[in-house]
């Protein structure tokens, strides 16, 4: 709570200033598991809450089919602010800058520090560069453990937005049984069958 409220007038960036608010972490604040996006999309910035647009559905749906209950995780973003720009009467996703994510990386670390969490899961290149390192390649490396002084258990896999912008159907359902395979290891990270 403490942390949240530090965090609400953050201006470490220039992100906060086309913001409508600081999208913080939610969940169970002593979550064994942290799942890390990359920042809030147009939903997101306008209800204050991570992953409750079209990713967050598509998230909520993956976990599902792993057997992975949302309610027992605390999920954030690399960076809480929306970035974004204009596109007609759009607000489309920017991706944010390595200075913003760097920015914005005081605030992951103050919530894996309060939260401590056994499992720490990246989803995407933004969240994996802030998470893991900044060679991190997505395609070749998620699903495995790597190294990490943040939590016993880190690993990284798709960002769900990415599986939104495959337009092959067949691509689509493959990417979407290695997210869920992906999201299977919290599992076996907790020592749950
Ligand atoms: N994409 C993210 O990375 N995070 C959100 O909260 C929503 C979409």
Redesign the pocket.
Same mark, same amino acid.
């Given at each position: 709570k403490q942390l949240r409220e530090d965090a609400r007038g953050c201006q470490a960036c220039p992100l906060w200033a086309n913001a409508t608010q600081t999208?913080f972490g939610a969940g169970d604040p002593h979550a064994r598991v942290m799942l890390v996006?990359?920042?809030?999309?147009d939903e997101?910035d306008k209800k204050g809450l991570?992953?409750? *647009?079209p990713?967050?559905r598509l998230l909520d749906r993956a976990l599902e089919a792993a057997g992975v209950d949302r309610n027992d995780l605390y999920?954030t973003?690399a960076v809480k602010h929306f970035k974004w720009q204009l596109r007609g009467k759009r607000r489309l996703h920017k991706t944010p800058a390595q200075r913003e994510v760097d920015a914005c990386r005081q605030w992951l670390e103050r919530e894996i520090a309060a939260v401590k969490p056994r499992v720490i899961v990246a989803? *995407?290149a933004?969240?994996a560069r802030s998470v893991i390192s900044k060679d991190f390649k997505v395609t070749t490396m998620r699903g495995r453990f790597v190294e990490s002084s943040l939590a016993p258990c880190v690993f990284a896999t798709f960002?769900?937005?990415a599986l939104l912008r495959l337009r092959d159907e067949a691509e689509k359902e493959a990417a979407f049984e290695q997210l869920v395979g992906d999201l299977g290891l919290i599992k076996m990270a907790l020592g749950r069958p």
């Open positions: 999208v996006g990359e920042q809030p999309g997101e991570p992953f409750v *647009g990713a967050g999920v973003n989803l *995407g933004t969240a960002h769900p937005s």
